[in-house]
């Protein structure tokens, strides 16, 4: 969340830049990028999911070393970050050191490839978290190019595991920036919005995966403080509320059988929602900042607010089941299995 001046002077600015803006009717693309991975087990497959975990701070540290003692236990193949890869704003070049400082030092040692996303705070503008400059994404992808480890071929791209499993990777940080982006065409409702949405909805049908996952910064559900897509914060400008981001999703709902999303800093599971059915959502976005207690009241399968910590998957081809993994300040790791989904 941006501090309450500056998010003051954002909303004035982002109004200003409404009221004049063009209207958006070229039309364009996404391309279908294809995530190239290592050979990965086709048969049980053990993810590490972990949210805005970008800060260089020491609950980072600390949950990654909690990453490293579970793996070191329990197995895992591929990790999933979900955006807001580095605070307060993202690197404006592939040879920044807080690609080294806050990704490959930190989570090098664990040695599998993570599936990225960028967050609001990557793509930052004017204010840190603005979520308006899209070329903070383009850096991270190209960062892909230097270091195998950090997987992000695209701002949107997808990732098959085999028949097992298939990734969704999209951005949502522009369909719910608190400035309007600096590109019209990425604003929702514009034309990259309406490509992105394009693309989602081909790829996820398309698949031929037992699972099929979509991976994006912003929840489509939350009881934490920015709250559901369309609601947002409560802010008082409609492109701000993520109305776009809920469309995005929406055309997945039923679809895919999992969303896993960051930006709220606690960790949520949700089943199948009356807006969304048939498709389970997660929030695992304290891996690094830490929210408060919940506002919302949806009923969750799971939630933890107020502590660090990270989600697991583990994916056969007929149950997901979903670990949480919270973080004490001395380091110990809690582990409860917060859901167990049978495939039909």
């Keep these: 969340m941006l501090p309450r001046l500056r998010m003051g002077l954002a909303l004035v600015l982002g109004g200003l830049l409404v009221a004049c803006a063009p209207r958006l009717t070229d039309t364009m693309t996404v391309p279908d990028v294809q995530a190239a991975l290592p050979a990965l087990p086709a048969d049980r497959l053990r993810v590490l999911v972990m949210g805005d975990q970008g800060t260089g701070t020491d609950v980072q540290w600390r949950v990654a070393a909690a990453m490293r003692e579970v793996c070191a236990r329990e197995g895992c193949d591929l990790g999933v970050g979900l955006g807001d890869n580095f605070y307060p704003s993202g690197p404006k070049d592939v040879n920044s050191r807080l690609f080294r400082e806050r990704f490959a030092d930190v989570y090098g040692p664990l040695g599998v490839p993570f599936l990225m996303v960028p967050g609001n705070h990557d793509?930052?503008?004017?204010?840190?978290?603005?979520?308006?400059?899209?070329?903070g994404a383009e850096v991270q992808v190209a960062y892909s190019r230097l270091n195998a480890q950090w997987v992000m071929p695209g701002r949107s791209y997808r990732a098959p595991v085999g028949t097992l499993a298939e990734f969704f990777a999209v951005d949502?940080?522009?369909?719910?920036?608190?400035?309007?982006?600096?590109?019209?065409?990425?604003?929702?409702?514009?034309?990259?919005?309406?490509?992105?949405?394009?693309?989602?909805?081909?790829?996820?049908?398309?698949?031929?995966?037992?699972?099929?996952?979509?991976?994006?910064?912003?929840?489509?559900?939350?009881?934490?403080?920015?709250?559901?897509?369309?609601?947002?914060?409560?802010?008082?400008?409609?492109?701000?509320?993520?109305?776009?981001?809920?469309?995005?999703?929406?055309?997945?709902?039923?679809?895919?059988?999992?969303?896993?999303?960051?930006?709220?800093?606690?960790?949520?599971?949700?089943?199948?929602?009356?807006?969304?059915?048939?498709?389970?959502?997660?929030?695992?976005?304290?891996?690094?900042?830490?929210?408060?207690?919940?506002?919302?009241?949806?009923?969750?399968?799971?939630?933890?607010?107020?502590?660090?910590?990270?989600?697991?998957?583990?994916?056969?081809?007929?149950?997901?089941?979903?670990?949480?993994?919270?973080?004490?300040?001395?380091?110990?790791?809690?582990?409860?299995?917060?859901?167990?989904?049978?495939?039909?």
């Design 172 to 344: 949502t940080a522009p369909l719910a920036a608190y400035l309007p982006g600096l590109r019209p065409a990425e604003r929702p409702g514009g034309a990259w919005d309406a490509a992105q949405r394009a693309w989602l909805s081909g790829a996820v049908r398309g698949s031929g995966a037992r699972w099929r996952l979509v991976l994006g910064h912003h929840p489509l559900f939350s009881n934490g403080g920015h709250g559901d897509a369309g609601e947002y914060d409560d802010l008082p400008l409609t492109f701000q509320r993520g109305g776009a981001v809920r469309d995005l999703y929406g055309v997945a709902c039923g679809v895919a059988d999992v969303m896993l999303s960051g930006h709220v800093h606690a960790l949520e599971v949700f089943a199948p929602q009356p807006e969304c059915p048939g498709t389970w959502t997660a929030v695992s976005g304290a891996a690094g900042e830490v929210g408060a207690d919940a506002s919302g009241s949806r009923a969750a399968a799971f939630a933890a607010y107020g502590q660090p910590g990270f989600l697991r998957l583990e994916i056969t081809p007929d149950v997901l089941t979903v670990w949480a993994y919270t973080v004490a300040p001395d380091g110990t790791v809690t582990t409860r299995e917060a859901t167990r989904i049978k495939r039909g």
């Design 123 to 135: 793509e930052s503008w004017l204010v840190g978290g603005d979520g308006a400059d899209a070329r």
